[in-house]
């Protein structure tokens, strides 16, 4: 079966950081594009990040620019997004998804739109407060 699990969220004060851990289950990593979304109460999914199959190509929203960073370590099957000096407004549950269609991972640069992404974490719930 294929999966992917997220984890490494938490309750953080503002200005504090986290490491996000996407690992997959069942499958290799190796051939797939991946991306972070994250939903807010009330909010639809938005996309967060998002990093290419070789690792040379990552994408990130406005939002979150200069903030978070997005890699991936293929020989542990693992994606990770280190999200630092967060913020009230990054509080949402974070999920990562990936696809291996030839017209997402050749693209140039990694969509973050979920529409292009296939296998989906459960979630991680990421929580910032004082």
């Known amino acids: 079966q294929l999966r992917l699990v997220d984890s490494g969220g938490g309750l953080v004060q503002p200005g504090g950081s986290l490491r996000l851990s996407c690992a997959a289950s069942?499958?290799?990593?190796?051939?797939?594009?991946i991306g972070w979304f994250r939903q807010a109460p009330g909010k639809e999914r938005e996309g967060v990040s998002c990093i290419s199959v070789s690792g040379d190509s990552t994408n990130y929203a406005d939002s979150v620019k200069g903030r978070f960073t997005v890699s991936r370590d293929n020989a542990k099957n693992t994606v990770y997004l280190q999200v630092n000096s967060l913020k009230p407004e990054d509080t949402a549950v974070y999920y990562c998804a990936a696809t291996n269609k030839a017209r997402v991972t050749l693209q140039a640069i990694c969509p973050m739109h979920l529409s292009n992404y296939d296998l989906w974490g459960q979630g991680t719930q990421v929580t910032v407060s004082s």
């Open positions: 069942g499958f290799t990593l190796d051939d797939y594009g």
